[in-house]
């Protein structure tokens, strides 16, 4: 059985959960349903990232330790996949020893092959993004932060260095050997451009007088091993690689390497640049794909608590309960591209909810069980000779099940979403233009009634399996009342084909799946 590894970024502590959080992690989850779904042997991980400058000063604010910190915040995390329906496989905490041991072996190998030395650092440092910045960099920057905007630090100090510019020309090489390698291209281009721009070699450590709160050097016990290193390898030591003689080892060395990491584009340098190479100097695989996708804006506007528009976990609560975690799933993935910058508006929330998903799905179901239970006392009838006008459910319904897998392999989910509302719309559409109604009127016409009503229940079974991955929830309960349950060990793509509903199916006139909100 073929495998998939797909990871979310792992969180950093020093603030709870919000939109973006949950956008790169529904989007991770999307794909593992879905490849599941088709047979692959799926691993989706997830975390928490617990060690750093950050969490040490976040937990100063807060008149707490970092390790009550992370004891805390990460719960959150988990609470909020809760809530959302996440299936990760895997939770990994950076404070977990299973994670801590593994990074220093592999800074161990990294020093053992002569890739790191010790070299002294003085110049710029972004706090937020626990960067060191260049000269040339921090001066373009106004010697302010490229992502918060937040003064750059001064520092100097001796640490220990990784020999990041010496692998720079065969990353450049790999990344113009395989487009998908950085995705989308925009960011590939970018990240190219920069790399022939120069790189210089990468701090890995930090003077434990500094920062007590991290995972101690193993060639050297006055420092600690930089945030970059220790994070990145999680995607590795989760896969209980490498082995250091724990139950751990090895665990899932078969996924490795990863098929996707799915990131913010405002950590792609770090994932497209230094993992890579650290990886190349160990000798292991690189993941075949970093996908790096845009930011949300709320009401048009950058997120700000100050301006009452942060979408922040307590928000994400109430908007599901309101609508549903499905719903909001859903929205998240159809408003935009992904790959490029979206708004989250509760007006469109809710335009987007009543038109594609009350009017639109939920509609279609309660039309057609309906229908079935007063025409054929609740049993799906068997369908009888075709016309030419059932033509067009049956293309559209074909042109969904093959195109499913090629838009999931580009991770376009905004466009697997578009051909399911096809479907759903060209389908509410049929029985505009057929009129079950009206053929239910003349006892001569019932054979023409029964197959009116298989093809829209036929084609409801099609729309409601594809959207299983994104509304795991929904669309289980809008199968239950179509009287089909998911049959035991057939892959997505087998129950694509069309004409699998069996005849006598007992369906069910169901509470609204998707009840109008006003």
Not at 230 to 259: H, M, Q, V
Not at 276 to 288: E, V
Not at 437 to 460: G, I, M, S, W
């Amino acid at each position: 059985m073929k495998s998939f590894y797909v990871t979310t970024p792992i969180y950093y502590v020093n603030d709870v959960p919000h939109i973006g959080h949950s956008y790169t992690t529904i989007a991770a989850d999307v794909l593992g349903r879905f490849w599941r779904a088709c047979g692959r042997d799926v691993r989706f991980l997830t975390g928490t990232d617990e060690h750093g400058i950050k969490i040490v000063k976040a937990a100063a604010e807060k008149q707490t330790t970092p390790r009550e910190l992370a004891d805390s915040v990460h719960v959150q995390f988990k609470e909020l996949w809760r809530q959302l329906d996440i299936s990760n496989d895997d939770f990994i905490r950076t404070t977990e020893p299973r994670h801590e041991k593994r990074v220093q072996r592999i800074v161990a190998d990294m020093a053992a092959r002569d890739e790191v030395y010790k070299g002294k650092y003085e110049g710029w440092y972004d706090e937020g993004q626990e960067e060191y910045v260049t000269e040339s960099a921090a001066r373009e920057q106004e010697f302010k932060s490229a992502i918060n905007g937040r003064p750059l630090v001064r520092y100097s100090e001796e640490n220990w260095f990784f020999r990041l510019a010496k692998w720079v020309p065969a990353l450049i090489k790999h990344t113009e050997a395989d487009p998908r390698f950085i995705q989308p291209d925009a960011r590939r281009n970018e990240v190219l451009s920069k790399l022939k721009l120069g790189v210089e070699d990468l701090c890995i450590s930090r003077n434990v007088a500094k920062l007590p709160w991290g995972i101690a050097m193993p060639n050297d016990p006055q420092h600690v091993i930089y945030v970059w290193v220790d994070a990145l390898s999680n995607y590795l030591t989760a896969c209980g690689l490498p082995e250091i003689g724990d139950e751990f080892d090895r665990r899932a060395e078969k996924y490795w390497p990863a098929d996707v990491h799915l990131i913010g584009k405002d950590i792609l340098w770090f994932h497209a640049v230094y993992w890579p190479c650290i990886l190349l100097a160990l000798g292991r695989p690189l993941p075949r794909c970093v996908y790096a996708h845009g930011w949300w804006t709320s009401e048009g506007k950058k997120m700000s608590k100050t301006l009452g528009n942060f979408i922040s976990r307590e928000v994400i609560a109430e908007i599901c309960d309101q609508y549903s975690p499905d719903a909001f799933r859903y929205f998240l993935l159809r408003a935009m591209t992904f790959g490029q910058d979206g708004d989250f508006s509760r007006d469109m929330f809710k335009q987007r909810y009543n038109v594609e998903l009350a009017n639109g799905v939920g509609n279609l179901l309660s039309r057609t069980t309906n229908m079935v239970d007063k025409y054929f006392d609740g049993l799906l009838p068997a369908p009888g000779e075709a016309e030419p006008r059932d033509d067009h459910v049956r293309k559209v319904a074909a042109d969904l099940a093959g195109s499913v897998v090629g838009l999931m392999e580009a991770l376009e989910f905004h466009a697997y979403l578009e051909k399911i509302a096809a479907l759903t719309a060209a389908t509410n559409k049929y029985i505009d233009d057929t009129a079950p109604f009206k053929l239910a009127k003349d006892p001569a016409q019932k054979p023409r009634l029964a197959t009116v009503l298989y093809n829209c229940a036929e084609a409801l079974r099609l729309i409601l399996i594809h959207l299983c991955p994104v509304m795991p929830s929904a669309g289980r309960a809008g199968l239950e009342q179509l009287g089909w349950p998911w049959p035991q060990g057939k892959t997505l793509i087998e129950l694509g084909n069309w004409g699998l509903l069996p005849a006598g199916a007992k369906t069910t006139k169901g509470q609204a799946l998707f009840p109008r909100k006003e």
